[in-house]
């Protein structure tokens, strides 16, 4: 007895997220397979993509294949998938599926304010950027999303009275995560300043007189003047 065979096999790639967002260039791929009755030729399958062959690393079942590509760039990747039945018919299939590999950690710089700076309010505004080779999924700012536009981010965080190490940390969407910070001090507090030559009432016939006294603050004194005149502190 014999039988006939006039339809062609069926042929599928499952479908793949779009964008499909991967951490390592290898992308794993299902063609569902199906004929009836002479059944699929096994031997006959092949997939490409991009017109790449690599069915040598596919592993067949009775009705699927699971096949590992080779290594991808991102962009918009052609799949094609092709097989015959044991009477001859052959069907094929195609996808595209737009591949973004992700294998770098985000990279996050803080702009403003500059490491070691000092402030005079408790309050400033944090600028920066973040670059990755994948889309970012948050950025934090001392524990508090921030938005993220364009790559730029840009907000307020409070601080307290002296050091501050102000802390943003990016996360990508496979995971992984990129920080920067920057140490500021903040300084609200005016110096002290005591003058001691000359005292208080003293006369002088003389055209110039010396001056002494102490300037002090917990920050650091960064200038001090007589008179508009800029001397050592």
């Not at 052959?90 to 990279?107: F, G, K, L, M, Y």
């Amino acid at each position: 007895s014999f039988g006939v065979d006039t339809t062609p096999p069926s042929v599928e790639i499952l479908p793949f997220p779009d964008p499909l967002l991967v951490d390592q260039p290898v992308v794993d791929v299902v063609v569902l397979l199906a004929d009836w009755p002479s059944g699929i030729d096994a031997g006959s399958f092949r997939i490409n993509v991009d017109g790449v062959p690599f069915e040598a690393s596919c592993s067949l079942g009775g009705s699927s294949a699971q096949c590992s590509t080779p290594p991808l760039a991102s962009g918009a990747r052609a799949l094609t998938a092709a097989i015959r039945d044991r009477a001859g018919h052959e069907a094929s299939a195609t996808s595209t599926v737009n591949v973004i590999v992700d294998r770098d950690p985000p990279v996050v710089v803080i702009s403003e304010p500059a490491g070691g700076s000092y402030a005079n309010v408790t309050t400033i505004e944090v600028t920066g950027a973040v670059t990755d080779d994948g889309p970012i999924e948050r950025v934090v700012l001392g524990g508090d999303p921030i938005p993220l536009t364009g790559g730029s981010f840009s907000a307020a965080t409070s601080l307290e009275e002296g050091p501050n190490v102000i802390a943003v940390l990016a996360t990508d969407r496979t995971g992984k995560q990129g920080f920067a910070q920057s140490l500021v001090t903040v300084d609200t507090v005016a110096p002290t300043l005591s003058l001691e030559v000359p005292r208080e009432g003293q006369l002088s016939n003389a055209s110039s007189i010396r001056v002494a006294g102490r300037a002090e603050d917990a920050g650091g004194v960064e200038a001090v003047e007589v008179i508009g005149v800029p001397v050592a502190a």
